[in-house]
């Protein structure tokens, strides 16, 4: 008897830890509205790292972008259901190089990661096929992921994570070696460069 009711005590107390345990929320903020959500939004459950990813894809650019993940984690502060990370998703293309500078410069300050991609988040995909350290403009990303998949590249695609999860081992090598070739450079000479596979290893690990 006295067994049983110490079970239930330790199963009670179980219970009420669970039902006051802190939710793990990742937030990921985007620069696009549909490229990079559609992509993280297929990403499987993986309870060993997080109980939900909170994706939103603003449409805004990069210092835009910062401040608006900024103002979504003070609110989720506020209603007591904090991040337990926050990560913005962004490409340097055709925007001042000021303002790309300080959009990296405001997220450190503020302990915001960025996944950020040189030209575009492209290179990301194309590093799933092979290593590819030359500069490219959007129309010639386009056209090597159209010859990559055997198939058109279509920009919003919702089956990309499908169609390249299993090269995603092989992209992540790839990211990581253009990283150690680009990092050490001004930001404005390293293209290409992507450090999307940070937040990929984070979602994996």
Known sequence: MGHDKL??????????????????????????????????KAFPENQRVYDEIDIQGM????????????????????????????????????????????????????????????????IWYLLHFYYCDTALSRTQYSEKLT?????????????????LKDKMGKAIQNAKKLYTFQYKKTIKDQNPITTVFELVEKLQS
Do not use: H
């Open 7 to 40: 079970f239930q005590k330790r199963a009670a107390e179980l219970r009420r830890a669970e039902s006051t345990r802190q939710l793990r929320i990742i937030l990921i903020v985007c620069e696009g509205s549909k490229t990079e959500p559609n992509y993280f």
């Open 147 to 163: 010859v990559a998949l055997d198939a058109e590249y279509l920009k919003n695609d919702t089956k990309m994570y499908e169609r």
């Open 59 to 122: 449409g805004y650019n990069t210092v835009s972008l910062v401040k608006k993940a900024i103002q979504l984690r003070n609110e989720a502060q506020k209603n007591r259901r904090p991040y337990q990370e926050v990560w913005c998703v962004f490409d340097r293309d055709s925007f001042p190089l000021e303002s790309f500078n300080e959009a990296l410069a405001l997220a450190k300050r503020e302990k915001i990661r960025c996944a950020y991609s040189i030209e575009a988040f492209e």
